[in-house]
């Protein structure tokens, strides 16, 4: 195996980095920091949390922060540590951003490759679901979902997912339609080629870089309305540790005991605000239309 020369290797690493300049941007690090974090602390949070989340002791109910002391962030109105619940509320809203993301991806990617590859009455009877699925307020929806069935991690996942498929079956569709006009499908149809082969091995990969961008993106709307639905106790049961649950326990103390609503609140301003900056830093580097600005 040759071996390759220091200058040669910083060449090729100015060119690595003039190509993806926009990857290590400090926005990119701060979306890469804070998806590395969620992930980590959603892993990991039995062994970094202090004190087990739903453990109550009255007698330190709304102890403010101590740095020093045994509650870091301090304590709820039922002696709860917040540091704990932030970090056992991280597994939550990856468990859901992870899901509906996934969930939606599928999802859309499959309704929207096959309306714009066949196109026809197919494409006109899935753009029907989207029209009739997109009239309705999202959150509206998911409250509705929530309201009939019943609380649990699945119906919400289940209730976030139901219109978050649509952003994927537009794009993919329209890119669908544009790439079935390609020489190279043409070629594939000429010698042969099976509608799944060519779904399969030339329109799928080719729409691989959107549907990895706008996962960021519903990975933070998720995050957003799972925070929401929980907080108006239409989410998880309350016996599982949530962002948006720590929001609701605070309205009543939010002028005694700031602590309660800031950490929470701070925790899902900086995830959503780190997703969000990741997704446009993949959008800028890997659409042809925005990668010379």
């Known amino acids: 195996m040759a071996e390759i020369s220091v200058p040669e290797f910083r060449t090729r690493w100015q060119t690595l980095r003039t190509r993806y300049r926009h990857l290590f941007g400090a926005k990119a690090a701060f979306g890469f920091t804070v998806l590395g974090l969620l992930i980590l602390t959603g892993i990991l949070a039995p062994i970094l949390a202090p004190h087990a989340p739903n453990r109550q002791d009255l007698m330190s109910a709304m102890l403010p922060p101590d740095w020093t002391g045994p509650h870091v962030l301090g304590t709820d109105h039922v ?71 019943g609380q649990g991690l699945t119906i919400v996942i289940v209730a976030l997912t139901a219109q978050r498929w649509i952003p994927y079956a537009r794009v993919t569709r329209a890119e669908a339609m544009a790439l079935k006009e390609r020489e190279f499908v043409t ?82 301003f900086l995830t959503v605000l780190g997703l969000n900056l990741l997704g446009d830093v993949l959008r800028t580097q890997f659409d042809p239309k925005l990668k010379s600005h």
């Not at 951003?97 to 990617?109: D, T």
């Not at 961008?213 to 990975?219: E, G, K, Q, R």
Request: glycine share 10%; with cysteine.
């Open 79 to 149: 002696g709860r540590d917040i540091l704990s619940r932030i970090i056992f509320g991280a597994r939550v809203s990856l468990v859901i951003a992870l899901c509906v993301a996934l969930f939606a991806s599928v999802a859309g990617v499959f309704l929207g490759i096959v309306s714009g590859y066949f196109g026809g009455r197919i494409d006109g009877a899935i753009q029907k679901l989207v029209e009739i699925t997109w009239s309705f307020p999202p959150l509206m929806l998911a409250i509705a979902i929530v309201a009939f069935i």
């Open 187 to 268: 070629a594939a149809r000429a010698l042969g080629a099976k509608d799944g082969f060519i779904i399969r091995h030339h329109i799928l990969p080719n729409v691989m870089l959107s549907i990895i961008v706008i996962t960021t993106f519903s990975m933070a709307n998720a995050i957003i309305a799972e925070s929401s639905l929980s907080f108006l106790g239409l989410g998880v049961p309350p016996t599982i540790p949530t962002w948006g649950g720590m929001l609701s326990d605070a309205r009543s103390y939010i002028s005694s005991a700031w602590w309660m609503a800031l950490f929470p609140g701070l925790a899902i």
